[in-house]
Structures are given as C-alpha cells and as structure tokens.
C-alpha cells in the first residue's frame, strides 16, 4: 500500500511539472478572439482552409488563441478589410493580391500577364526571397503579410460567346478585378473591361451589367457562375495568388510567442490550401463540364496572339512597378525552370 502511495506521489508530482513546463511555455499566449474574413463562400477553397486555420491555431495554442471565421464577405469587400485591419478593427483577413497594389503598388506584377507556366513556378518565387520582400513592404502601411495562399490560374467566362481566337475578346463586357492593370490588359485585348468587388460580381453576371468576368475554375465552381455564364474559355492567362494579413495595430500587441503561433500556424494553411486548392480545380473541372457549361482552351497559337495584344500594357506597367523589380522576377522564374 505504502510503495503505491509513493508511486501515486511520483506520478503526480511528474504530472505537475509537465503542467507547470506547458504554462511555463504557454506563459505568453493570452486569450484571444480573432475574426478572420474572406470573400468567398464558406464551402470555397477558402472557407476550407479558414477553418483549418482556425483549428491549428486552437490545437497550437491549447485553445487560447480563438479564431472565428466570416465568408462570404460578411465583414466586407477586400477593400473593406484591408481599411479595417489598418484601422485596427479586424485582427485578420485572406484576399487578393490585386487590391494591395492600391498600397504597395508592387503588388502589381502579380497581375502581368503570362508570368508563371505552372504552380510549381509559382510556389517557388512566391515563398523565396522575392515573395517575402513583398510581403515585408506591408509593414510600413499598416498590413503583416503573414504567407499566400493559391488563388491560381485564372481564365474567363462570359454569356456571349467562347473565345477561341483574340477577336472573340472584342466588345465583351468583362469584370475584372480593381486594379490599373488588369483594367490596361483586357482593355489592349478587346474587351470593355468593368472594375467591381468581387462580392458584386454574381448579381452583375444574373442582371447581364456585364457579359462576363475572369477567375480559377475553383471560384468560377463556388460560386456557381456557371448558373449564369453558359461559356468557359480556359486562358490560364494570370496566375494570382492569395495573400493571408493581419492587422499591425493588432499584431504589434502580441507577445512574439503569440506570434510565433500564428506563424507557424499560418504556414501550416498554406500547405493545406494549395494541396486543397488543386485538387479542388480538377473537381470543379468536371462539376463545370457536367453543369453544361460549354468548355474550350484556347490554342497556344491564339494564346501567343493574346499575349502580343497585351505586351504594349505589361511594358508600360514594367515602367511604373520597376523595371528592377520585373528583371528579380522574371530571374527567380528563370532560377525554377533552369532546374
């Protein structure tokens, strides 16, 4: 009886330190709510990994750091957001990249045409030094880009005709995303290019405001503008990526463990949600093929044409983002094809 009590005594007195070492750990981790936005809908790629998200942030903080999430733009356009985070009234968001070079017009080069020929390319530039450089140049107007998520290879819809050849962009009412460039590219192609958040967009598309619009097979699934775009032309012509931010007015106020923990986390997200996202292109593929849409991929041929229409644009945008900038990255693109 006596040698049990002596082992209760041991076990419990193990038990104690390892709770006093996890508190110890944990010391710097205080409870927090975090409100997280995005734009899409909650069974998107999107709301998938804001969840996922939310869950490793749980499990790494032992509960403490409590992240609730709001799809659908609930807590606002990307725009709005981005405004909130600066302000300090929203602590976290995942959006486009497009909106940032509103900021930090660097951003921008995102939005050149015909950069990146698969994900791999993409990945390696956006997570090596020339990703991070853009993401550090936040700081300074009131964002913490933390990783980017895949958004990926957009191509276009629209409920007039398919676009098989570069004549078949002329005159189509095309929504795109609120930035000069992407207003620049579609313009020198044909197309009457409209600037609209994307939480306006389906409304557009049903009330035929606009004929059609441009996005990753992924949101064009999700957000079912198959219901109102009977065409598909898969272009593949812009890779865009997402980028996940937080709040400097917020993230100042944290403990660097605190940090640490949505760092970690974050990055975690971004493993899920690139393997979610292309798997979840493939699927969506064949939900759009079975919904009716009428599919076409335009031949490298009308691509190359495509993409002289859009060389004057992406030369002039060269000029105003830095030519420097453009050369680092068309070398690091360089760097990932050379092996």
């Known amino acids: 009886m006596l040698n049990s009590m002596k082992k209760l005594v041991v076990a419990l007195a193990a038990v ?3 709770t006093a070492a996890g508190m110890a ?3 710097d981790v205080k409870t ?3 409100r997280f936005g995005y734009g899409l809908n909650d069974e998107s790629v ?4 804001a969840r996922y998200l939310a869950e490793e942030l749980g499990k790494l903080s032992g509960g403490k750091l409590k992240m609730r999430t709001f799809g659908s733009a609930n807590l606002g356009s990307d725009e709005q957001m981005q405004a909130a985070l600066v302000g300090g009234s929203q602590e976290m968001m995942v959006g486009s990249t497009a909106p940032l070079a509103t900021m930090v017009k660097e951003f921008g080069v995102y939005d050149l045409p015909f950069l990146f020929n698969n994900e791999k390319e993409a990945d390696a530039v956006l997570d090596g030094p020339f990703g991070e450089k853009l993401l550090k140049m936040l700081d300074a107007k009131g964002l913490v880009g933390l990783v980017y998520w895949e958004n990926g290879f957009r191509d276009v819809t629209n409920s007039k005709r398919p ?3 570069a004549e078949d962009m002329e005159g189509i009412k095309l929504r795109v995303m609120q930035n000069q460039i992407a207003l620049g590219v579609f313009g020198a192609l044909g197309a ?4 609209m958040p994307f939480s306006e967009l389906f409304t557009a598309l049903e009330t035929r405001t606009v004929d059609g619009q441009e996005n990753p097979v992924s949101t064009i699934q999700s957000s079912k503008f198959y219901e109102v775009q009977p065409y598909l032309s898969l272009t593949h012509h812009v890779y865009t990526p ?9 993230w100042d106020t944290l403990s660097p463990d605190e940090q640490k923990l949505i760092r970690e986390a974050a990055v975690k997200s971004r493993e899920f949600e690139r393997k979610d996202s292309r798997a979840d292109s493939q699927k969506s593929m064949q939900m759009l093929e079975k919904s009716g849409m009428k599919i076409n991929k335009v031949s490298d041929e009308e691509l190359k044409r495509l993409r002289a229409k859009a060389q004057p644009v992406v030369d002039k945008y060269t000029q105003e983002l830095g030519p420097d900038l ?3 990255l068309q070398d690091e693109i360089n760097k990932v094809r050379q092996g």
């Open 16 to 18: 104690s330190a390892c």
């Open 32 to 34: 927090r709510i975090i």
């Open 163 to 165: 676009i098989a050849k």
């Open 46 to 49: 999107q709301g998938r990994a």
């Open 25 to 27: 750990h944990a010391q």
């Open 192 to 195: 009457n290019a409209v600037p």
């Open 242 to 250: 997402w980028v996940v931010l937080a709040s400097k007015k917020w």
């Open 326 to 328: 453009v050369k680092q």
